[in-house]
């Protein structure tokens, strides 16, 4: 599960409002893949612009039905360049942004070599523009991007990507309810790639004293997505943890 997106991460403006940072840990059982995986993930604003990173890691290598550690990984680091917050371009940002990752499959424990491997998440630079829209409040927001898309020896006939994160905080006017995702698209080779990760997350903790602690889930949306052909959807829960 990668989350690109960059798993609902831009949408944490609105959160930034009242705070310039924040880093959370998930944790999630994909019931699409049958493992676990957990993400770290971190936005920063200061008075350049904002910085956003996450970390996945699938925890899948086994030896029988043993999980003995972590298989797959995949990391993205965006900032937003903007020099000019008090000014009526204020919405409009500069993006620059980095992915990639590795995985295996198999393990070496009893396993024939042919049946052990590993692939590479080709590296991806990318630049452009992100346009920032919200309500008054900031408890909705919506972060339109337009980027360019180089993959390091992975061709593509049209090298753009269009990125919608959107967040709403207190959903259906209930607190500690927040609907947030992202929608990708982009092109590998000729064809075209969709990836979709909307999330609903209850603060549960503020109902016993303990506001950092986070309940809910995200379904994966993904059309010729990691190797699948066609439009696949993988339900995941989990936990989060707001530092």
């Given at each position: ?22 880093t ?14 957990t ?28 999980i ?9 680091i ?29 393990n ?40 360019y ?95």
């Amino acid at each position: 599960m990668f989350k690109k997106l960059f798993i609902a991460a831009f949408a944490l403006l609105a959160m930034a409002t009242a705070a310039n940072a924040q880093t959370n840990f998930q944790t999630f059982y994909d019931f699409g893949r049958g493992h676990f995986t957990t993400t770290m993930e971190g936005f920063h604003m200061d008075n350049w612009g904002n910085t956003f990173f996450f970390i996945d890691y699938d925890y899948n290598d086994r030896d029988g039905n043993t999980i003995i550690s972590p298989n797959n990984t995949y990391f993205e680091i965006a900032r937003c360049l903007n020099f000019w917050q008090n000014s009526k371009l204020a919405p409009l940002s500069l993006q620059l942004e980095y992915n990639g990752g590795f995985g295996t499959w198999g393990n070496l424990l009893g396993v024939p070599v042919a049946d052990y491997g590993a692939f590479a998440v080709n590296s991806a630079f990318l630049t452009g523009v992100d346009y920032f829209l919200h309500s008054g409040d900031f408890k909705n927001t919506l972060n339109l991007k337009l980027l360019y898309k180089y993959f390091v020896r992975l061709p593509s006939k049209l090298p753009l990507q269009f990125t919608a994160v959107w967040g709403c905080q207190d959903l259906f006017g209930l607190g500690g309810l927040r609907f947030s995702g992202f929608a990708d698209f982009w092109c590998e080779y000729d064809r075209l790639v969709f990836l979709s990760e909307p999330q609903l997350w209850y603060q549960i903790g503020h109902l016993f004293g303990c506001d950092n602690l986070h309940i809910g889930g995200e379904v994966e949306l993904s059309y010729n997505f990691a190797g699948m052909e066609g439009f696949h959807v993988m339900p995941c829960l989990g936990t989060k943890w707001v530092f």
